[in-house]
């Protein structure tokens, strides 16, 4: 079993709103990702947590927060968000740091 | 960050192989990744490669690796109006810091029945 998955599949939210992205895994991994995709182009990486500990900030603004509640699950907090901050946020997990990447469907989210 | 190469575009007709190339910087690199994506979808993971192996097979799937010239190429035979999608290249350098990938553009696919 490789799946990752991801609520919601989509998302729609205005700017003073709070809500959150879940994702999650039980194929044991240690290692997981949140990345950004604009329309037509590759992901960008914003977060990794590596044993349940943030390891890597791509320098995210602070209205992105992510939380790793355990092994399984990652979470990804939006508060105060801007439109430009609609895309395509997709989840991955991998077992180790280099390993393969398995990747999850994506919340797209669209802010008003 | 590194630099990884495709063209963007490749049209083929519905039977016919497909061959997605794309070139890459870190000749460090360990393993070196081909994702596809369809529309709407999340990154699913097609292939990858070791990077002291020159070639792997996987039913319709063919990577070829040159490692002198740093080119790595996908081959789709009999390519299906399925096959439609973009496809990604990606590499993770040796001593890249928690398997930090480094994207290509991504090549859109496009199959024509």
């Known amino acids: 079993d490789t799946e990752v998955t991801q609520t919601p599949k989509h998302l729609v939210m205005g700017m003073t709103n709070k809500k959150s992205l879940k994702c999650e895994q039980h194929m044991g991994h240690r290692a997981m990702y949140w990345y950004k995709q604009k329309a037509k182009k590759p992901p960008e990486l914003m977060f990794v947590?590596?044993?349940?500990?943030?390891?890597i900030n791509e320098s995210v603004p602070s209205r992105f927060s992510p939380e790793c509640p355990n092994s399984s699950l990652l979470n990804l907090h939006l508060h105060a968000l801007q439109p430009e901050d609609s895309a395509l946020y997709l989840c991955a997990s991998s077992q180790g740091f280099a390993g393969q990447q398995y990747f999850g469907p994506g919340t797209r989210l669209t802010v008003t | 960050g590194e630099d990884v190469e495709q063209s963007l575009f490749l049209s083929v007709r519905e039977g016919d192989s497909s061959v997605i190339n794309c070139t890459y910087t870190d000749s460090s690199s360990t393993y070196l990744y081909w994702y596809k994506q369809e529309p709407g979808a999340g990154l699913q993971l097609l292939t990858y490669?070791?990077?002291?192996?020159d070639m792997k097979q996987d039913q319709r799937l063919t990577v070829l690796l040159n490692k002198k010239d740093k080119h790595l190429s996908l081959r789709i035979a009999d390519t299906q109006t399925g096959d439609s999608a973009i496809y990604f290249c990606a590499e993770s350098p040796r001593g890249s810091t928690l398997g930090r990938l480094y994207f290509g553009r991504g090549t859109q696919l496009t199959v024509w029945p």
């Open positions: 947590y590596s044993y349940e500990k943030l390891s």
């Open positions: 490669i070791f990077s002291n192996m």
